[in-house]
């Protein structure tokens, strides 16, 4: 029997909603939202009832039966660390959604709706590899500064999905492989994922890693302490600096690496960023086969970025030793929840308790 899922995706600006039957998409939508509409509620939770009643009147408008589904799930967010896989939506999930365990976020909507649609039908609701995934071995955790540990903070959703296509499409176990798996989108993370665990991840909106398109990076930390003492920017100032005006923000004015592919031919200002790029993307990876032991069975490329043939065909040059490449251009999203869900209703997996 097929199993119809409703997938919910919200963000800051935006709802993505799917209708899926088995991993078939039937339709999609993105809900935008003015700032105007936005600014009405004080927190994000407030903006529940507002967000519910556009999905259902898209819902409506398409003559679609919500009766018809078997399952809602929603993104996930900012929970307090959980291994990876799908979680049914708890009274006790549903809460810390609520009160914004580590933050505020418009992801945290995602399991709230899929918990209320799910129930007002008597359908279960879940939530699939949110942006907390932690699946850090112990000696991944030390920075070096105790009161500063590193964590797990990543595009936990994407990069475990591009990690179990893969190894369905190669007629593999994800669990009995190592790789390393690159997203390189507004943000970049790099992890190694050993055996079914992602047991390290360089992740830029942490100050780790590779600046990315709007993102620092890991930056040489007595440059920063001298800029954050310098009195010439407030907290927010220096932090929008790192997240949001990093990067290729920072060097070139553009988020846009096609911007800067196409700037790099008679530029060479855009050309040493491009080089930088795909140099310090390139250094993540090789630490990462070092965390697999030079034992990796496949680098698996994605996000936005895996669309530029030039970009991937540096870093080949650069990690192809390691081992051989795939690409997964983009993300989907709605498609790696409905995923997720499927897994749990076919008996794949066991839905995990929160």
């Known amino acids: 029997m097929s199993v119809k899922s409703l997938i919910i995706n919200p963000g800051s600006t935006s709802t993505k909603i799917g209708v899926f039957e088995d991993e078939t998409l039937l ?16 927190t994000i939770v407030d903006q529940k009832d507002f967000r519910k009643d556009i999905i259902l009147n898209l819902l409506n408008e398409k003559e679609f039966d919500i009766k018809s589904l078997n399952v809602v799930v929603g993104r996930g ?62 000696e991944a955790r030390l920075s070096g500064v105790p ?3 590193r964590i797990s903070i990543f595009h936990a959703l994407n990069q475990k999905a591009v990690a179990k296509r893969y190894a369905k499409e190669n007629g593999l176990k994800y669990e009995d492989l190592n790789l390393i798996v690159v997203h390189m989108g507004g943000g970049v993370s790099v992890g190694a994922h050993k055996k079914g665990q992602v047991i390290d991840v360089f992740n830029a909106l942490d100050g780790d890693g590779a600046f990315s398109p709007e993102r620092a990076g890991g930056v040489p930390v007595g ?7 310098s009195g010439k ?24 690496m096609r911007d800067v592919i196409k700037a790099a031919e008679t530029d060479d200002k ?23 032991g030079g034992k990796v069975d496949r680098i698996i490329v994605t996000g936005g970025i895996a669309y530029n043939n030039l970009i991937i065909d540096k870093l080949k040059a650069a990690a192809g030793w ?29 839905a995990k308790a929160y």
């Open 322 to 350: 390691i081992a051989e490449f795939t690409v997964y251009g983009g993300e989907d999203e709605l498609l790696a929840l409905a995923q997720g869900g499927l897994r749990v209703l076919n008996g794949e997996e066991e």
């Open 27 to 42: 339709f999609e939508e993105t809900l935008r939202h003015s700032t105007e509409e936005i600014a009405q509620y004080a």
């Open 233 to 256: 920017y407030t907290e927010k100032e220096v932090y929008k600096k790192l997240v949001g005006n990093g990067g290729l923000n920072a060097y070139l004015g553009t988020n846009d």
């Open 270 to 292: 855009a050309k040493l960023v491009r080089d930088a790029f795909t140099y310090q993307v390139s250094k993540d990876i090789g630490s990462m086969a070092c965390v697999l």
């Open 223 to 229: 440059g920063l302490i001298s800029m954050c003492f």
């Open 147 to 149: 009161e500063i540990p």
């Open 77 to 138: 967010g900012l929970l307090k660390p959980i291994p990876g896989g799908t979680y049914a939506v708890s009274d006790e999930l549903l809460e810390d959604l609520k009160i914004g365990k580590q933050g505020q976020h418009a992801s945290n909507l995602g399991g709230i709706l899929a918990r209320e649609i799910g129930d007002e039908i008597g359908v279960p609701s879940y939530i699939v590899d949110p942006v907390v995934v932690d699946e850090l071995c112990d």
